[in-house]
């Protein structure tokens, strides 16, 4: 059996990435309007890094521990997406199969596992994608289960 790669799955399409010029209340926006886990951080069309909403929260976290102040100005004078990134992320190809994204991703540590070809960031994986295709393989559709009436006993 052929196994399925990242590319099946990935996103790759209207990625949302920020660039290393970009603020972290940006970054910050773009996490709860988008409802974005993690953003990748391009320097032109190269991923320099890659951000996550647990990196906001441990710097607010540690500024709450040393008493500091925590403001949408702070964060933005004192801190850039540099500051809390993670550089020079670990990446797969478009050809990696997915259960090698899975040991990566396991090996590193990490929830997302973004997606270059040539240099360029071509698309992104997450747990998510990965467990919503073993899922699909586990739990296929049914196409002769129906539900006839809504709601339950109306």
């Keep these: 059996m052929k196994q399925a790669l990242v590319n099946s799955i990935m996103t790759d399409e209207n990625i949302i990435v920020a660039s290393a010029s970009n603020t972290i209340s940006e970054a910050i926006h773009f996490f709860a309007n988008k409802h974005l886990q993690h953003l990748p951080v391009l320097d032109g069309e190269s ?6 909403v647990n990196d906001v929260v441990h710097l607010t976290a540690q500024m709450l521990a040393n008493g500091e102040s925590v403001s949408k100005e702070v964060l933005n004078q004192k801190y850039s997406l540099k500051d809390i990134m993670t550089p020079n992320p670990v990446w797969g190809a478009p050809d990696t199969s997915i259960a090698e994204a899975l040991q990566i991703m ?37 196409n002769n289960f129906e539900i006839s009436t809504p709601g339950f006993g109306i």
């Design 106 to 142: 396991v090996k590193g540590n990490i929830q997302c596992l973004p997606i270059c070809e040539g240099g360029k960031l071509v698309g992104i994986i997450s747990s998510k994608d990965i467990m919503k295709h073993f899922n699909s393989i586990e739990n296929p559709p049914h």
């Design 47 to 52: 991923l320099i890094g890659i951000i996550s």
